[in-house]
Structures are given as structure tokens and as C-alpha cells.
């Protein structure tokens, strides 16, 4: 039988003609001798009756013996539900087919879990449904993640293409550049001794392409990490990568806010400011202590250094003449916290090397705290002005260098953020989205362990040009051309412009960051060469496409938007790899295993 509609089609219209439908047992129920079928394919949900009185035994014995997830093909005519059974929760709902003849295409086994009740599937262990993907795949709420996500990547693929853009693919086979991530490496049969490595993102291909005068290039490309894995991370993952020449940075906000305007009006409806909020890397980290900032709720860090400076308590003032900070932020309606809340919040404070965490608790008009005793009237009367301190406020502080108090204060502050919403004293819509910009980033970064210079961003940064002066006398002054976008305290995507100079670009990989000339050469030669060949200004920026449906579709983790995702191992456990090879696949490719061997 051929199927003639989908199952999300049927209306009243339809009432009288005899139509065809393919698909899945969705559920069965026999009520008073006659058998109703929710029969259901990609699009939705039709019900079907098979009457005992109007079909043969055989086939009517047939559809008793169907079970959930059974694959059939049924025929019959539309007619209109009888009143006071119409289902408004299904499209299909006011109508129903009378099935006159069924033909059973498969037949399944007991599932290992319902796909059809989304309560009983929501409690479902993640690994059962990651062993079982294809059936976790047919409940709505993944079917609908994935249309989504199909949706989005033809979306924007258009607006790129309007924009002038060329789609180019780039190789995933490449060179291993360890300047990063950890990467995945293949060995090459055909020049032994010899390895290849998939890429972390076409980056350096796509400045090539800048170099070859394709001007505006975009993909969907496909990019790989060997890290460890966490809810918004994979090891194989997709990206929405860009590159412009000729252009400046407005140029870049220009383009990624119409995209992502066009995203999120065609997948939610939503329309999104024209332009969005601008935030330096300082400046983010001074108020909500995060270069990630979520904007929606405010608990913003304050600062009391010049308060604190000559106090008598020491901690504090300490501090402040080691170089240090004083920040403290005010967790409105917190008093009641927990012992144990405060002990987790004192570890993530011990995590960025702090000995403990000062709090003040205002309850009964009192401030109850330990340290209080130290304060001065004039510090008290600071704290209560800048802090707009009332009854049920809890008072968080941090005395250390400035990024470490901003980083300590920054972590608390989601996590009181956190214990207020399930409190319901913070409420916080999930359909709004806060997107901002947040600009220069320091370019470097140093490594005290390795005493060394490393990028922040990566090395093909461009520094902001009235820094470059400090480059060789204070690096750590030096502005990096980088941007990243952010929505409700989640990255969505980072680039920068780059840098085009050859000279430049040589200064940055041997005199700044310390790598051997040789080893330049050897992972970078190849581009330094084609900038001897002009090389236009340009720059550009990578969204994470698989983080982006995540947010678009409300669920925590990039799984639950990814077909056939890896587990926090790396491991597929439906095809149950990565896996074993042979012996001659070894010999070919001229190598030998050596786990578990004795040296």
C-alpha cells in the first residue's frame, strides 16, 4: 500500500475519502470489542478503529496482535470523531480513519523502554537511550530537536548565501598543530611513520581562503577535540564558521547579530534587538565576575578596595597591600542559607586559592558574622549604601588579586543564583535572551608553571593596533582584536580579526611566544609563505552550531540535540565504539600496540 497522506494531515475536509497511512504503532486500546490505533509517523498522529463489525476475523485478530512500535500500512475511510472524543492535543484530533485493510511491514520486539509516555522516557537511565539512539530518536521531543536543528542549518545557509557568502569545505584530514586541545591523530598508511590530525576548526584553511581572494567564506564544519567531555561538550562537534576580508569588526557584529536574528525568528518567532549590548573583557569581569556573563539577573560584584584599604581587619586590608581586591556581592534573600550551602560555596572560594569565604548574614536587624567586629562605622555605612543591604540579605566577599576575587565572586553569584530560583526568589524567564558582545580580551595570557607567554584566543589574533607598541614591554597590557558572543551567561561563538602582516605574525609565533623558529616553520610555514603573496586585513568568528540548537530547543546538554552523540567516556555504546582493529590493519599502517604490554 502507498502511502497518501502523513499522519498530521487528516482535517474534516477529508471526512468520506478513503486515504493510506504508514508509520508506527504509536499506542493501541481496545474499548467495548473495538481496537483504536494512534498510528504515527515524522510529521504526527492519526487515530485509527478497526471494528470487528466491518472486517474479516483474520485481519481484525491481526491488528489485536500489533504492539507498540510495530511498523503497518493501514487503509480506510475518514469520518468525523463522535462528540466528546475529539483530541485538541493532536492536529489529526477532530477526525479518525475506519480502517478497511492493514498490512503489517515489521513487527517489534518488547522495547527496552516506552517511547510513546514522555514521563515514563524522561526517567529512562541516559545510557539506555544512548544504547537504544534509534528509538530514543522516535520520541517527539528528540524528532522535534532534530526538525529544529534541520531548520536552523537551512536557514542559515540562506541568510549566508544572501549575505554573498561562498560555502567552502575544507579538509578534515590535516597537519597536527599541539598548540591547543588535545587532538585526534590518523596515521597515514601510504607515508608511514607519518600522521594526520582531524581538525579543531578549519581555522588556519580559512584565513588560506581570505589569502586566495574568496573574501567571504562559511561552512557547517565539522570539528574534533580529544577532551574531557562535559554537558556542552563532544568530542566530534559542528560549528558555524566564518571569514570576511576588508573588514572590521563592526563588520563582523553586522553579520552574526542578522544571522542570529534570522535563527531565532525562525526557530522560536522571536525577534531580537537590531544590534546588541557591548561589554569589555574588564568590565565583565569586574561586574559579574565571568567573561560569560548572564545579564538577566543582576547580583553584580562591588567593589570596596579604597574601603577597606587601612581597616583593622586584616584579611582584608592585607590583601589590598599585596596588590589585591576587595569585591563582595549581595545575595538578596539569602540569610536562610544552609551550612552546608556555605561549605560549598567556601570550596569553590579554596578552588581559586583562597584559605575561606567572609559572609555576613542581616537577620533580626543584626549583621551576624565574625568578622563584623572588625569593621569600622565608616566601613559598615559603605557596605550598606553600595550593597543596598536589607533584612534576609546575605553579603559575600573575596580579598585577592583582582582576576581571582572577580573569578570566586563570579562562580558564588551562579550559584546563589541557582539556590534563589529553586527557592522561587529569583525568577528568571527562559524565553528572554540577553545577547551581548564582550570585547578586549587581554591578547596573552602567561603560564607561570612554563614561564611563558600563550595566546588567549589563539595565535592569529590581532592585537588592537595602539597596543602593539607594549607587545615586547608589557605584554600583559596588550588588547587582543577578539570577540565573543554571549546569551544568558552561555558562549555561543568567539573569533577576532587576524593578524595579515607576515612580520607580525613571524613576531608573535618566535619572540612572544617562545616557539623554536624550526617548529614554526614546520606547523606554520605554509601560511607565512602564502602572506608573502598578499595577504588582505580580515577576520572572523565560529558559532557553536550543536550549543546553539541546545539553547533554541531549552535542554542542558548538546546530547539531546546531536543524532548520535558520545557519552562522557567518548564511547558510542549503540555501534560500541571505539573498538578493536586487526592485526593486518596494524601491519599496514607499520604499528604495533603496546597497551597493556611490560616494558
Known amino acids: 500500500m502507498k502511502r497518501t497522506h502523513h499522519c498530521n494531515e487528516l482535517r474534516p475536509a477529508h471526512v468520506g475519502q478513503t486515504v493510506t497511512l504508514s508509520g508506527w504503532v504509536h ?48 487503509a480506510g475511510k475518514v469520518r468525523q470523531r463522535p462528540d466528546g472524543t475529539i483530541n485538541p492535543k493532536i492536529a489529526t484530533g477532530e477526525v479518525e480513519v475506519l ?117 567571504k567564506y562559511f561552512q557547517l564544519a565539522r570539528c574534533y577535540r580529544d577532551e574531557d567531555l562535559r554537558a556542552d561538550r563532544q568530542p566530534e562537534f559542528t560549528q558555524i564558521d566564518i571569514e570576511m576580508s576588508f573588514i572590521e569588526r563592526q563588520d563582523i557584529y553586522d553579520v552574526i547579530e542578522g544571522l542570529l536574528k534570522r535563527v531565532w525568528k525562525t526557530a522560536l518567532n522571536v525577534e531580537l534587538p537590531t544590534s546588541f549590548k557591548r561589554i569589555t573583557f574588564q568590565e565583565a569581569l569586574d561586574r559579574y565576575g565571568i567573561d560569560k556573563p548572564d545579564t538577566r539577573f543582576g547580583m553584580e560584584l562591588a567593589d570596596f578596595t579604597e574601603e577597606f584599604r587601612a581597616s583593622t581587619f586584616k584579611v582584608f586590608s592585607g590583601a589590598i597591600a599585596n596588590g589585591g581586591v576587595v569585591k563582595a556581592i549581595n545575595a538578596k534573600g539569602l540569610a536562610c542559607v544552609t551550612q552546608g550551602q556555605i561549605e560549598a560555596m567556601t570550596e569553590t572560594a579554596k578552588g581559586f586559592g583562597a584559605k575561606g569565604l567572609a559572609y555576613i548574614k542581616v537577620e533580626g536587624g543584626e549583621w551576624k558574622s565574625p568578622i563584623v567586629k572588625f569593621f569600622s562605622a565608616a ?112 558562549e555561543l561563538g568567539g573569533g577576532s580579526i587576524r593578524i595579515h602582516q607576515r612580520d607580525v605574525q613571524k613576531t608573535i609565533f618566535e619572540d612572544i611566544l617562545a616557539i623554536p623558529p624550526d617548529m614554526v616553520t614546520a606547523r606554520f610555514g605554509y601560511m607565512l609563505e602564502a602572506f608573502r603573496y598578499g595577504a588582505p586585513p580580515h577576520g572572523g568568528i565560529a558559532l557553536g552550531f550543536d550549543r546553539m540548537i541546545a539553547i533554541l530547543c531549552g535542554t542542558p546538554s548538546i546530547r539531546d540535540v546531536i543524532a548520535f552523540p558520545k557519552t562522557a567516556k567518548g564511547t558510542c555504546l549503540m555501534t560500541d565504539s571505539p573498538g578493536g582493529v586487526e592485526p593486518k590493519q596494524l601491519r599496514d599502517l607499520h604499528l604495533e600496540l603496546k597497551v597493556g604490554k611490560k616494558e
Open 27 to 74: 499506542s493501541r486500546r481496545d474499548l467495548g470489542g473495538v481496537i483504536f490505533i494512534d498510528v504515527r509517523d515524522r510529521e504526527g498522529r492519526t487515530q485509527t478503529v478497526f471494528d470487528p463489525s466491518d472486517l474479516p476475523k483474520a485481519l481484525f485478530e491481526q491488528a489485536a496482535g500489533l504492539r507498540s512500535e510495530c511498523v503497518i500500512s493501514v
Open 99 to 215: 480502517v478497511q485493510s492493514l498490512e503489517v511491514l515489521n513487527y517489534a520486539d518488547v522495547l527496552p523502554f516506552q517511547v510513546d509516555d514522555p514521563e515514563a522516557a524522561a526517567k529512562v537511565n541516559e545510557e539506555l537511550r544512548l544504547q537504544y539512539r534509534y528509538l530514543d530518536l522516535r520520541r517527539p521531543e528528540m524528532a522535534r530537536n532534530l526538525r529544529l536543528r534541520s531548520k536552523v542549518a537551512i536557514a542559515t545557509r540562506a541568510f549566508m548565501d544572501e549575505q554573498g557568502f561562498l560555502e567552502v569545505e575544507t579538509p578534515t584530514l590535516f597537519k597536527s598543530t599541539p598548540e591547543g586541545a588535545r587532538e585526534f591523530i590518523v596515521p597515514c598508511r601510504t607515508n608511514p611513520g607519518l600522521f594526520y590530525a582531524l581538525p579543531q576548526s578549519p581555522q588556519q584553511f580559512k584565513q588560506i581562503l581570505m589569502v586566495a581572494g574568496v573574501e
Open 379 to 490: 566601613e559598615k555605612d559603605a557596605l550598606a549604601k553600595k550593597l543596598a543591604m536589607a533584612e534576609g540579605d546575605l553579603i559575600l566577599f573575596a580579598a585577592d588579586q583582582w582576576l581571582n576575587a572577580c573569578e570566586i565572586l563570579g562562580k558564588i553569584r551562579l550559584y546563589c543564583a541557582d539556590v534563589l530560583k529553586a527557592q522561587g526568589k529569583l525568577v528568571v524567564d527562559p524565553n528572554r535572551f540577553d545577547f551581548l558582545w564582550v570585547v578586549d580580551f587581554p591578547l596573552l595570557s602567561f603560564d607561570k608553571e612554563m614561564n611563558r607567554w600563550y595566546s588567549s584566543h589563539h595565535p592569529f589574533t590581532a592585537p588592537v593596533a595602539e597596543d602593539i607598541p607594549l607587545l615586547k614591554q608589557d605584554p600583559k597590557k596588550v588588547r587582543g582584536q577578539h570577540y565573543d558572543v554571549v546569551v544568558n551567561g552561555v
